[in-house]
């Protein structure tokens, strides 16, 4: 199923956002940009200045490109960080949990939320490869939840992959759906399965482009490049890995490999990688080097 980007469905008015990372600030972005009050949690001042700062910083260039239409100050202003779950708003219409790839760690902050929200609240995780019917069994509530697993850069990601566990309801999918519109995104609605469509096939491609440097079959901008030139690919499985973190890549990789076999067994160069602290954008040095 997709859906056209132009919609009357509106966003809700209030939105809560469990971690201030990048994909967090972007989720909050997003939101606060299509009209919702948004509360971010992160704990510490330090952390919770810096997803502040994220998700400023993020509003101030939409605004300079023109992609939003009321100032900056405005937008940032619907944008609050707290330091625990326990401050969300009870009237969240929605809540997304998007902290690292923990699944112990991720239900224990959305069963924390569902005891903070209204029983209306709609849950959500952004996990792009974990089980949301594992996820699910430590809700009282797993018809409010799913899996809505945004894309980085957020804000300039036309996709939304929506993830349907067993005991979801109709009118939860019914309202990601909406929200999905009203970001001017467009959905790919999928059954829960290890990777979902996304992971499963973006790590697939991103693990062969290693293999191949670690083969020496050539260097990584060739290898990005005959996938950006000859396939249109907007950019290429290393130059990607680099930008989505390549211990987010291997922790992934992982999972899948312990779900699905021995296709998506990470090579030693990304172990190796990780190992040294090379994880990409993040850490200024992965497949390639960054300013």
Same mark, same amino acid.
């Given at each position: 199923?997709? @859906? ?52 400023? @910083? ?14 900056? /100050? ?16 009870? /009237? ?20 924390? /939320? ?18 949301? @019917? ?14 809505? %697993? ?53 790590? @697939? ?12 079959? /050539? ?35 992982? %999972?899948? %490999? ?34």
């Amino acid at each position: 199923m997709s @859906t056209a980007a132009m919609s009357t469905a509106s966003a809700p008015a209030v939105v809560g956002v469990i971690g201030g990372g990048r994909m967090g600030a972007g989720i909050a972005q997003s939101f606060a940009a299509a009209g919702s009050s948004v509360t971010v949690v992160e704990s510490g001042e330090r952390a919770a200045a810096a997803a502040l700062d994220r998700v400023a @910083t993020g509003i101030e260039r939409a605004a300079e490109r023109g992609r939003i239409g009321e100032p900056a /100050a405005d937008v940032l202003g619907r944008v609050f960080v707290v330091g625990s779950v326990d401050e969300l708003p009870r /009237a969240c219409g929605l809540v997304v949990e998007a902290v690292p790839e923990d699944a112990s760690l991720k239900a224990r902050l959305l069963a924390a /939320a569902e005891r903070v929200v209204s029983p209306a609240t709609v849950l959500a995780s952004n996990t792009s490869s974990l089980s949301v @019917t594992d996820l699910a069994a430590a809700l009282s509530r797993p018809g409010r939840f799913l899996g809505m %697993h945004f894309f980085n850069p957020v804000p300039a990601s036309e996709l939304i992959e929506i993830v349907v566990a067993p005991e979801t309801g109709e009118e939860t999918l019914r309202l990601a759906l909406d929200w999905t519109r009203a970001l001017g995104k467009k959905d790919v609605v999928v059954k829960d399965s290890p990777g979902f469509a996304s992971s499963r096939l973006g790590v @697939t491609l991103g693990l062969e482009a290693i293999r191949m440097v670690e083969e020496g079959v /050539a260097e990584p901008e060739a290898i990005d490049d005959a996938m950006s030139l000859g396939y249109r690919h907007p950019m290429g499985p290393l130059r990607l890995t680099d930008l989505v973190g390549l211990d987010v890549r291997l922790a992934i990789a992982e %999972h899948l %490999h312990a779900t699905l076999g021995e296709r998506f067994a990470p090579p030693r160069l990304l172990r190796d990688k990780v190992a040294r602290g090379e994880l990409g954008r993040k850490t200024g040095r992965g497949f390639y080097a960054w300013p």
